[in-house]
């Protein structure tokens, strides 16, 4: 994966169905540890300190915008103004998949 620096990089088990068009289930999905990213990229963010999700992001004005990509359209998107916190930690760059 071209990986330089590996104290930059951290692996994230996927746990739910809501990007299993990106990663599926139980996979290790590559992040790349920083604190932004561009509008639709797919980013690990903490909300509200303690909530912890992988989605697709994107930020208009003043709302954060955390978008599913899953073949089960049961799973919203979420959307969040400035009284919620936010924080990046990371661009997901990979995925390392057990195949069974």
Do not use: C, W
């Amino acid at each position: 994966m071209d990986i330089v620096n590996p104290e930059e990089y951290f692996f994230l088990r996927v746990n739910g169905e809501s990007m299993n068009k990106v990663v599926k289930n139980g996979a290790f999905a590559l992040i790349h540890k920083q604190d932004s990213v561009e509008n639709g990229e797919i980013a690990v963010v903490l909300v509200n300190g303690f909530d912890t999700t992988i989605k697709k992001f994107t930020k208009q004005g003043d709302l954060i915008i955390l978008e599913p990509q899953s073949n089960d359209e049961t799973f919203e998107t979420q959307v969040y103004d400035k009284n919620t916190s936010i924080k990046i930690l990371g661009k997901y760059v990979g995925k390392m998949e057990i195949n069974k």
